[in-house]
């Protein structure tokens, strides 16, 4: 039972080490669209491998290339100080084990205007605020949105703010601000919420105790079984004798002969 038990809890544990074992690529600022010669830093979070990580991407002038081929590594970031436009395409996360990161995609424009939206996919149930920016000011101007290529609304200082978002919600964005131009389009993804598992170190203590409420119902049935098993010793140990007289009968037999003797 102690062997079943411990391979149930290494069992627990490795699944909850797999389900975030996973990289995921991060972009600092964290948007979909930049303007020639701005900054952008990448990032890969793998807390939990040991074999490490690289950045690759996919773009009209490279393909699968690492960090040092393009960027300029930094820490556990790969940083590009001024971003053309062949800067635009794909970009993940690789472990050495073999296993791939989440994708995102920028698009780098010279054109005077950009829509600032989220990069990496957002949950249903949250506000999404999409930013129709110019790259020179005045910022905060009056922008028109379209979904889809069917227009939206209009909005006075070109934010436009979604609020809980769902699957309809889904679909390429753009904005228009007059007299300075279009954005090009931006791809925004909509998931379902996510259960997230917090991983933690546990106690002896709380092994002892995720241990016996594993191993309950097999501690349960066994004392069931014990109990029964010694009820059965027991009726087979003490029959009962059908032709034993009753208490005292004898004692006053011997005591009525006594008497007339």
Request: hydrophobic share 35%; aromatic share 6%.
């Amino acid at each position: 039972m102690e062997q079943t038990c411990e391979v149930k809890l290494l069992l627990l544990i490795s699944l909850l080490c797999c389900s975030l074992n996973q990289a995921k690529v991060k972009l600092s600022p964290s948007r979909s669209q930049f303007f020639k010669g701005t900054f952008v830093s990448f990032s890969c979070e793998d807390d939990h491998s040991s074999a490490g990580t690289m950045l690759s991407r996919n773009t009209s002038r490279d393909t699968r290339k690492e960090c040092e081929e393009w960027g300029q590594p930094a820490a556990s970031s790969c940083v590009i100080d001024f971003v053309v436009s062949s800067d635009s395409g794909v970009y993940w996360c690789e472990s050495t084990e073999g296993g791939a990161s989440n994708y995102v995609n920028i698009t780098v424009t010279d054109d005077p205007v950009i829509l600032q939206s989220p990069v990496l996919p957002v949950d249903e149930g949250e506000d999404v605020t999409l930013i129709c920016k110019t790259k020179t000011p005045p910022f905060n101007l009056s922008a028109d949105f379209y979904k889809d290529g069917t227009f939206v609304r209009t909005t006075p200082t070109g934010h436009m703010t979604i609020q809980l978002v769902s699957k309809s919600d889904e679909g390429a964005y753009k904005c228009y601000i007059r007299g300075r131009g279009e954005s090009p389009p931006a791809w925004i993804s909509i998931t379902g919420q996510e259960v997230k598992v917090v991983l933690f170190e546990p106690s002896l203590t709380l092994l002892v105790i995720i241990c016996i409420v594993v191993s309950s119902p097999y501690v349960v049935s066994t004392l069931l079984l014990v109990a029964i098993c010694r009820q059965r010793h027991k009726e087979k140990a003490s029959p009962v004798s059908l032709t034993a007289p009753p208490p005292g009968e004898d004692e006053e037999g011997l005591e009525s002969e006594d008497v007339v003797a």
